[in-house]
């Protein structure tokens, strides 16, 4: 039976070959071709995925030679390849054509903008030093167990596959020529022979992304005996020490004071970071430490020591307080007020602010979150270019790094300085005052302000806070019959300058950068010609882009004990248990793929049936 069908599928082949003859003189190449395999067919393996895969090739090609005339070559091609013979050179005839992007940085800035660039209108270039992306806010869950790390990394290279023109070069970055557009790199695998193989990048336009560092504020011996949490190595590393540290607590040679000292477990920060990790520490050793050593939980001891008069001090007062209530009800020790000023091995020493008086306390281990700082080589380009001083780059509302041109700076190496009011006083009056009589009408005030709203953010700002919904509010004396001279109208615009803060350190806020200049780059053909951004105050025309919003979508602050607290947009306050329900949804949603998000979930459900894994691998 398979005989016949297999002479009857000879046949087909044949007579389709044939008609593809009559439509295309090349199909008779492809013919030959195809019997020599024919005719060959016993030589392959016996095994029968050959025979089926050489049918299926056959069948596609008889197919497309009956209906086309011509023969279908499918080959197999990596996205970052061609898809075709014929685009491939069509591609190389233009590839000069393209503009060059450096992209610095794996993190949430930096992978935000890959992800949503149009990465077919520009050659891309990838330096990073990490092969991986980071979900930074689960770093505090790697630390205790709840969620393994691999769980939350994902590999730029599957990243850079997914995108056309664009390739990655695991490299540190050491040096930026904004004169000549060039990167100097140094390759982070380049154990041996150090220096040997630096590379240099040229670039059109640079993207600056490089994150930051942790913030000693240069007080003795943080670097040496603290513990960090800003990269996955960092939630390894505090994950094996708290192992070791009930390890050796449970040594039978040792002393009380000892395994006090041992257990004693001192975190420095009361922001998100380390108020989450102290209630994911609470929750591992209260819930599965304790278990195997039963023994030693007499002697913990879990600190939090903060310089302000309140944890969370960036969150609503509300939850503050609530969270400090829970910490107390938990068992875990705030010192608040206390400022540290030296970390000697096994004791640090820090000064209360209310009495003045130093005070010891000793530790076993010791986690550093206190806030971020610049990275050395952010700091060499800043004083390179002028901006001395400063804790990150300074960019314009485009985020585009001032005195630099074609190179731009997001995330945690970066802040947005906010154009001031005042500076543009003139120009704005000047704008507004059309009958040029020196003085503004209600009506010309209330019109200048609705056309400059976009490109001075801090007037919605300001609006929002003080709950108006009219500008005209913003005058002392907001009547339709006022006039207002220039120093009248400076008056008015002093305290809307006053709403101008800098945007935090999140990831939410450079996700969005991300996304907001990969738009820009899309959109920059079209935009040349036809600019979409506000009116210039001063000159004419319009910008060329929208400038950079940043929309809150409010943050979560999860307190152990399978509660948490969230500050969502419109100040609603939500805390308890389905608010740490809501924190799983909310960043299992956020992963950066379905692998991501499949093994954190899993993990999660691993945790709650088996609890967490306490061994030290």
Excluded at 9 to 26: D, E, Q
Excluded at 177 to 197: E, F, I, Q, S
């Amino acid at each position: 039976m398979f005989s016949s069908l297999r002479g009857r599928a000879r046949r087909f082949i044949s007579y389709s070959f044939l008609v593809g003859h009559r439509r295309g003189r090349g199909i008779s190449n492809h013919k030959e071709s195809y019997n020599r395999q024919w005719n060959n067919r016993s030589e392959c393996s016996s095994g029968g995925h050959s025979h089926r895969t050489h049918y299926f090739v056959l069948g596609l090609t008889a197919l497309s030679a009956t209906f086309g005339g011509s023969c279908v070559l499918y080959a197999y091609t990596s996205p970052n390849s061609s898809s075709s013979l014929i685009d491939s050179g069509k591609r190389s005839e233009g590839v000069d054509k393209k503009k060059r992007i450096l992209l610095l940085g794996s993190g949430w800035a930096g992978v935000s903008f890959l992800k949503s660039l149009d990465s077919t209108q520009y050659d891309v270039h990838v330096v990073s030093p990490r092969n991986f992306f980071v979900f930074t806010p689960l770093l505090p869950s790697v630390t205790a167990g709840t969620v393994e790390a691999r769980s939350i990394t994902e590999s730029i290279r599957k990243i850079v596959l997914k995108k056309e023109n664009v390739k990655f070069s695991q490299a540190n970055c050491t040096g930026i020529d904004t004169a000549n557009k060039k990167v100097l790199c140094r390759p982070v695998a380049d154990h041996l022979d150090l220096g040997k193989n630096d590379f240099e990048v040229e670039y059109d336009y640079l993207i600056i992304a490089v994150g930051a560092q942790a913030n000693t504020f240069n007080t003795p011996g943080v670097e040496k005996y603290c513990h960090f949490l800003k990269e996955i190595e960092d939630a390894e590393k505090i994950r094996e020490s708290i192992v070791d540290c009930f390890e050796l607590a449970a040594l039978p040679n040792l002393s009380k004071d000892e395994r006090s000292q041992l257990l004693h477990f001192v975190i420095v920060g009361g922001g998100p970071t380390g108020v989450e990790f102290a209630a994911e520490l609470h929750d591992l050793v209260y819930e599965d430490l304790c278990k195997l050593y039963p023994t030693l939980m007499p002697f913990v001891n879990i600190v939090v020591i903060q310089s302000g008069d309140h944890i969370l001090n960036t969150f609503d007062e509300r939850i503050s307080q609530f969270a400090e209530q829970k910490f107390q009800r938990d068992g875990i020790e705030l010192k608040t007020g206390c400022r540290v000023l030296e970390v000697q091995k096994n004791r640090i020493v820090m000064r209360e602010k209310g009495t003045g008086k130093k005070v010891e306390v000793p530790y076993g281990m010791v986690v550093w979150s206190t806030g971020i700082g610049t990275r050395p080589v952010i700091a060499e380009f800043m004083n390179q270019i002028g901006q001395h001083d400063r804790r990150a780059l300074a960019t314009d509302e485009w985020l585009r790094v001032k005195g630099c041109p074609n190179t731009y700076a997001l995330g945690d190496c970066a802040t947005i300085e906010q154009r001031k009011l005042l500076e543009d006083v003139a120009y704005i009056f000047a704008l507004a005052d059309k009958d040029n009589s020196g003085n503004l009408t209600a009506i010309e005030f209330k019109e200048a302000f609705e056309s400059i709203r976009e490109r001075y953010p801090q007037i919605d700002i300001y609006l929002k806070t003080q709950r108006m919904k009219d500008v005209l509010k913003i005058l002392d004396d907001p009547k339709d019959s006022v006039l207002l001279d220039i120093e009248q109208f400076k008056s008015s615009l002093v305290k809307v300058d006053a709403q101008m803060k800098a945007l935090p350190a999140t990831a939410q806020v450079a996700a969005q950068q991300g996304e907001y200049l990969a738009r820009c780059f899309n959109r920059w053909s079209v935009c040349e010609s036809k600019p979409e951004g506000p009116l210039r105050v001063r000159g004419d025309g319009r910008h060329m882009f929208h400038p950079f919003v940043y929309k809150h979508f409010g943050q979560f602050a999860p307190l152990g004990g399978e509660q948490a607290a969230a500050e969502l947009p419109g100040d609603w306050i939500s805390v308890g248990r389905s608010t740490q329900w809501l924190w799983y949804s909310v960043y299992a949603s956020k992963q950066v793929s379905w692998r991501t998000r499949a093994l954190v979930i899993f993990d999660w459900s691993k945790r709650f049936l088996f609890g967490r894994d306490a061994s030290r691998m």
